[in-house]
């Protein structure tokens, strides 16, 4: 296949990385995208779906269909009888699961391409995330736990309701104009095992942004790049209305020099003591300040647009974890950075029963 080339990636080495969820549009995929970029690597991509696109995909060397009900111990097995060097989650599941076992992988001579355990554990539950960095002096959206009817009480209307945790992507989360929406969207969560909370909604017109900061593992901050995200169409929407906006999971827009922004998403990186890739997502209040609404400790699903534009956070990260750092310095190329879904023909009798 042939590898466009990034001035910070290298031939010397050819390294096995396994990517554990590797579903179409995800995070594993955009992963797998960006260190196909570079060259050097053997790609292997796991999923527990026989149906996952990036098992057709062609950008991966080969692909393995993971058991559900024994998830760590087959993906350990993979690692170990396919030699891999560095495994790194594909989704918000994965890094969950993997972070819990990280022991039984680093014992066994594989690195993990996600944040410390901490941070993970830190980041995963809202609540705990927003009230940790309101503690440390950051300005962020007022967050309710929504606990008990009377936590609306001290809900701001209009507000975003969501998930306490695994709401990346914007699943489950719900724009309430009043008390009554609230009670209903919360109920709504309370009742699938979800722990709702409400958050300060900040309007969009200002400017949404994904950031990704990238730490290296003893917390020196190596880069930061920002994404101004555009919606010229519903790829990149989840619900709107005339007086509100919550953006999907599907990122584009314009990659610059938003200083100012990044120099937030540092500081937060810097606050939970980040270790690895960091993910901030957040808007421009009337003030101008970028306030953060969803901060997740992994790599964005933007991460190929960011490898594009220059900053390939993913290989400088493996290269961080063994060893080979590159000094060279991130130069990124500002412009528009487009998305659009592709689509892919299996045959019958291709996907394993």
């Known amino acids: 296949m042939a590898c466009r080339l990034d001035s ?29 970029l570079c060259g050097g690597y053997s790609l292997l991509g796991c999923d527990i779906s026989a149906l ?47 972070s819990g076992a990280r022991e039984r992988f680093i014992e066994r001579g594989v690195h993990l391409g996600l944040n410390t355990a901490g941070v993970v554990a830190q980041l995963s539950n809202k609540r705990r995330c927003f009230a940790l960095l309101h503690e440390r002096g950051l300005r962020v ?36 104009r009043s008390k009554k929406d609230g009670e209903h969207y919360a109920q709504y969560l309370s ?7 409400a958050q300060d909604y900040v309007p969009h017109d200002k400017g949404e942004f994904t950031v990704g900061v990238l730490s290296a593992p003893d917390r020196r901050i190596v880069g930061s790049i920002a994404l101004k995200r555009a919606f010229p169409s519903k790829l990149s929407i989840q619900s709107q209305g005339a007086d509100f906006l919550i953006s999907s999971g599907i990122s584009q827009g314009h990659i610059g020099p938003y200083r100012d922004v990044c120099s ?66 991130i130069v990124v190329k500002s412009g528009w950075y487009l998305r659009s879904l592709t689509e892919l023909f299996v045959a019958d009798g291709q996907v394993p029963q």
Do not use: W
Not at 148 to 155: D, G, H, I, K, T
């Open 141 to 176: 959206p007022a967050t309710v736990s929504l606990d008990s009817p009377s936590a609306l009480e001290r809900v701001n209307f209009p507000c975003i309701i969501k998930p306490a945790e695994n709401s990346g992507g914007s699943a489950f989360v719900f724009f309430a």
């Open 8 to 36: 910070s990636c290298s031939f010397r080495f050819v390294t096995r990385i396994l990517i554990a969820g590797i579903g179409g549009a995800s995070l594993g995929t955009e992963i797998a995208k960006s260190l196909r």
């Open 264 to 329: 937030v998403a540092e500081e937060i990186a810097r606050a939970v003591e980040s270790a690895g890739p960091l993910n901030v997502q957040g808007r421009v209040d009337q003030s101008g300040q970028f306030v953060p609404f969803e901060i997740n400790p992994r790599f964005s699903a933007s991460t190929y647009l960011r490898a594009l534009a220059g900053f390939n956070e993913v290989d400088r990260f493996v290269k961080l974890l063994l060893g080979r750092e590159t000094q060279s310095p």
């Open 52 to 98: 996952a696109y990036g098992r057709y995909s062609q950008v991966f060397d080969s692909t393995f269909v993971v058991q559900r009900d024994r998830y760590i111990e087959h993906v350990l097995e993979i690692c170990i009888s396919e030699k891999v060097a560095v495994l790194i989650p594909g989704a918000e599941e994965p890094t969950r699961l993997i």
């Open 191 to 197: 009742a699938q095992n979800m722990h709702p909370i």
